[in-house]
């Protein structure tokens, strides 16, 4: 069942991207920042968006993080396998939003709801409408090494702010997940400053220190690859901050699914679990090629995708 979002929407809250993010990617997870400067940024990115590609061509919008590049690329795949031009465009979160509202984008591939994308939605909602959930029950949070064994909880990290070197490893500034993350800074009084950097460079981060057991954290969210490849566990959140769990949904331009049913028929019956999603993010991390990563999961998987594309 679509839902065509209205100005009364529920506000909602980005990991993260990664990401985050969930997502959260290489903007994360997950969420944009709104000051003078994005909107700028919006518009540069949409007019190179309206110059490419054709009208005949669906054009997906995605930013990178592991599970939205994943699932993008999946899609791609799968949408030329059945005859139709694909096209995919890197953007910042708050040009995805504006790209699907204004209609130079067919299909925003990640927003989470009802919280983490709330700003976005509530600005641009009653120019696109959410389709279903394709990853439902997400987590943002920080998050540290199993070996940690003495900090389980936000409220510990202040008894170990030298050892930590008072440093949170984040992801892109201005991702809603960033945002969260310093309202937690500042929530319980933590002496710790937030590292920008991005998920591929927080990942890098986590590894080498990881394989070299030293303490670390990270801002971090589900769905991600981290949680197959490391013994990771959030932080406890006594005061839930973060906030209550949210689904993924993708979001298609006014009139899409009018000329598109076909798609959207296909895209609404793609259902993700940890196992699945984390397989395909695992794929594509260990071929580190999206498009070949996605296509052998593919192949691997075609019962499943069937199911999708019936």
Known sequence: MKINVTSGITAMLTGVLLLSACG?????????????????NAQEENNEIESSGGSDTIKIGYNNWAENVASSNMWKILLEEAGYKVELVNLEKAALFSGVA??????????????????????????????????????????????????????????????????????EPGASLM????????????????????EQAMMTELDQAYQNEEPIVTTLWSPHWAF??????????????????????????EGFEDDNKEVVTWMNNWQFDDDSLGSLMATINEMDDPEAGAE??????RDLVNEWIQ
């Open 102 to 171: 204004d209609g130079e984008l067919d299909i925003g591939m990640e927003v989470w709801i009802p919280h983490t994308d709330k700003s976005y939605v509530d600005k641009y909602g009653e120019d696109f409408t959410i389709q279903e959930p394709w990853y439902e029950n997400t987590q943002l949070g920080l998050t540290v090494p199993a070996y940690m064994e003495e900090v389980n909880s936000i409220d510990d990290l202040n008894n170990h702010t030298e050892e930590l070197d008072g440093n949170i490893v984040g992801i």
């Open 228 to 253: 197959s490849e490391y013994d990771l566990k959030y932080l406890k959140d006594p005061d839930n901050v973060y906030g209550e769990a949210d689904d993924i949904v993708y979001i298609t331009k």
């Open 179 to 198: 945002e969260l993350t310093e309202e937690v800074i500042g929530h319980y009084e933590l002496d710790y400053e937030l590292q920008p950097s991005s």
């Open 24 to 40: 959260g990617g290489e903007n994360s997870e997950n969420g944009e920042d709104d000051n003078e400067n994005s909107g700028e």
């Open 296 to 301: 052998a999961w593919i192949e691997e998987n």
